[in-house]
């Protein structure tokens, strides 16, 4: 049973940082890509960061050179740094894991930016 835990979420203003952290159950190898959707009310759920096998590492638009994804495979980890947020950037950020082919996902933390 994989099990993913996410931490690292909470309130800054507009032009903070905050840094994500999630830690996964089970061998690290099972888990060929790791990352991050979010989730705002009324929207559907995006991919802001993900990291595929060991280097490979994809950003959606409209976090590109704000936000940072990387990998801890000796802690069994994924953070993602944000930088220069924007109340846009507010929603429920939640952790996925790829294992066996299915999508895994923790319970997701919240992040709120003021303007």
């Known amino acids: 049973q994989v099990q993913l835990v996410e931490s690292g979420g909470g309130f800054v203003q507009a032009g903070g940082s905050l840094r994500l952290s999630c830690a996964a159950s089970g061998n690290r190898f099972s888990f060929p890509s790791m990352g991050w959707y979010r989730q705002a009310p009324g929207n559907q759920r995006e991919l802001v960061a993900r990291?595929?096998?060991?280097?490979?590492?994809d950003y959606a638009d409209s976090v590109k050179g704000r936000f940072t994804i990387s990998r801890d495979n000796a802690n069994n980890m994924v953070h993602l740094r944000m930088n220069s947020l924007k109340p846009e950037d507010t929603a429920v950020y939640l952790c996925?894991?790829?294992?066996?082919?299915?999508?895994?996902w923790g319970q997701g933390t919240q992040v709120t930016v003021s303007s």
């Open positions: 996925y894991a790829i294992y066996l082919g299915n999508i895994h």
């Open positions: 990291v595929t096998g060991p280097l490979n590492t």
